[in-house]
């Protein structure tokens, strides 16, 4: 789920955008946010050992089997994508442009096919050309996603012409190559056959599953301990759950790239650091990045912002994202509206807008599944999330009469155990929802698996009362359709990855997506994005909580450093490190 960030929307605390009260006996005001619309430290020296870290590991460094935010830019380092985003800081940052293409998509008069030409000269790590058939076969293994892959979304596989087909592992074909809704005339060429009209597609061949895969390297599940590099740097080194060290691929050809830098001798990222330590090595500058990009835990946040030294080093970054409550449609007694209506109304939503870091770095109180960065975006408040926002108890007992639990219920929240501000909110939902009679019990889990095995698994789910579900959710791309699709469309629901972790399942809203996928008319498909916002807040199946920013730290030695509004974080690509 890729992060979208438009400008300075949320930033009200911040003066121009640009500048922060310093906090903690400093005078005036430091200057911070920089990288918001800056390059800093802008160099071409090389040569730097550019170290990171997060709290867990990513949910896979397979590229066609992970769908966190942060994974995308990281990913990008070893694998491009037919187009990806421009590497510029501030609202250019949201263009498509060309990676292994030579253009945009030309697509046909009835907007059913999209044909792509790829640039000549790239190859994998070991020196093997990139061919189209690569391409082809990543989507086909990504196919796969009740099985291996688990963890990707599923575009290709509801729109492509077979939607039937069983992914290249089961391809009964000689050559896995037997999905006829993707053709390759020939080995620069790549034709994509729908079954209707899908005006964003341009958008969706930005996702990693176009990251060419070569089939005589494919290693299933275990891909991910050496993807085949296209990207500036290659896999030296891989321990799951603990490191990984990349250095420079010497395949990659900068004059077909236009996007990323090579200016490292090493990326060094450690996994299962404590949050808090990581936080530390920061501000210790024993570091310089944090991996997962979701911001600052809460104390971390209060050193760096009380110190203006190290309060310049910070960005605010919009994210494009909604911090939400999940309601399980499938989880009694949350199966009847009401119920979960009580819910919306319960949520002391400035007790959780705390919990993720106030105004500046927790983000703006949310009354909308859509964030106002996103295109389609419409104004409204249907359950007083603005005019009452501590939670209006008198209508939370109404709703609680009317789905027959008028003294209140017991039900299990979920949330991931490696953020505190995560853990926060769950328990400041926990503490709103008891003073209306909702009992709840709150079970943490590892991020890396929260949506495999977890929250993202509807058995799971079912089989432990998970009724009530932490989230976080960044546009696949920047429109209504990238940031609603894979969570309210019922056909988006997985057994395993599965985003749609409230399940909702509404005839009206897979309707209106259909509506709005199809249109070439800009302005109807963002009116239809605003309707199927309001059907899914009318079923209550998500509590918004805040519109997010994140808190980022950027170590004072970085070159080139900014953030990507595509990603709503620092675009990794393009980072280097002086004084190694």
Not at 129 to 156: H, M, W
Request: aromatic content about 8%.
């Amino acid at each position: 789920m890729v992060g979208v960030a438009l400008g300075c929307v949320g930033l009200a605390v911040l003066t121009a955008c640009g500048q922060a009260a310093g906090g903690g006996g400093g005078s005036g005001s430091v200057t911070q946010n920089e990288a918001l619309t800056s390059v800093i430290n802008p160099s071409s020296a090389t040569g730097g050992i550019l170290k990171m870290a997060e709290s867990d590991q990513p949910d896979s460094t397979d590229p066609g089997n992970t769908y966190y935010a942060y994974t995308v830019p990281f990913e990008r380092l070893y694998a491009r994508t037919l187009e990806t985003y421009a590497a510029v800081p501030g609202a250019k940052g949201l263009q498509v442009v060309p990676d292994l293409a030579t253009g945009p998509g030309q697509v046909s008069s009835d907007g059913l096919t999209w044909t792509y030409h790829i640039k000549p000269n790239i190859q994998f790590e070991d020196g093997e050309a990139v061919t189209t058939q690569d391409i082809k076969y990543a989507v086909e293994r990504s196919a796969n996603y009740t099985t291996v892959l688990p963890n990707g979304p599923v575009y290709f596989q509801q729109y492509l012409t077979d939607p039937k087909y069983p992914g290249a592992y089961n391809d009964p074909s000689p050559d896995k190559m037997g999905l006829t809704g993707i053709t390759t005339p020939d080995n620069t060429t790549i034709v994509f056959h729908l079954q209707q009209p899908f005006a964003d597609f341009d958008y969706l061949v930005t996702m990693l599953e176009t990251a060419p895969v070569p089939p005589s390297k494919d290693t299933g599940a275990n891909y991910q301990n050496h993807p085949q590099s296209t990207g500036p740097y290659m896999f030296k080194s891989y321990q799951p759950g603990k490191s990984l060290t990349l250095v420079p691929n010497p395949k990659w050809n900068a004059s077909t790239d236009t996007t990323r830098k090579q200016l490292n001798k090493e990326i060094d990222v450690t996994f299962g650091v404590n949050a808090d330590d990581v936080d530390s090595r920061l501000l210790n500058n024993s570091i310089d990045l944090d991996l997962q990009s979701a911001g600052m835990q809460p104390n971390g946040r209060a050193k760096a912002l009380s110190d203006p030294t190290e309060a310049k080093n910070t960005d605010a970054v919009p994210a494009g994202r909604l911090w939400y409550i999940a309601l399980n449609t499938q989880v009694a007694p949350l199966n009847n509206v009401h119920c979960r209506q009580a819910v919306e109304y319960a949520v002391d939503k400035v007790a959780a807008q705390t919990a993720y870091g106030g105004p500046m770095a927790g983000g703006q109180i949310a009354s909308t599944v859509l964030p106002p960065t996103v295109t389609g975006y419409t104004k409204y408040d249907d359950y007083e999330a603005l005019t009452q926002p501590h939670g209006d108890d008198v209508k939370a007992k109404q709703q609680l009469a009317l789905c027959g639990q008028p003294n209140g219920f017991t039900v299990n929240i979920s949330a991931r155990s490696d953020r505190d501000f995560e853990m926060n909110a769950a328990t400041a939902v926990q503490q709103s929802l008891s003073k209306v009679g909702i009992h709840t019990d709150i079970q943490g889990f590892p991020h890396s698996t929260y949506l495999t095995d977890f929250a993202g698994s509807p058995a799971y789910v079912h089989q432990h009362d998970l009724g009530i579900m932490m989230m976080g959710w960044a546009a696949d791309w920047p429109d209504g359709y990238g940031f609603l699709q894979q969570i309210v469309d019922s056909r988006a629901i997985k057994p395993a990855g599965n985003s749609n972790i409230e399940e909702e399942n509404n005839p009206d809203v897979n309707k209106l997506i259909d509506q709005a996928s199809s249109s070439n008319n800009a302005s109807q498909r963002n009116q239809i994005y605003g309707q199927i916002d309001k059907l899914v807040m009318q079923d209550a199946v998500i509590v918004p909580e805040v519109y997010a920013n994140a808190l980022l730290y950027r170590n004072p030695n970085l070159t080139n450093v900014y953030a990507n509004e595509a990603y709503g974080m620092y675009d990794f690509s393009t980072i280097g490190v002086s004084g190694s």
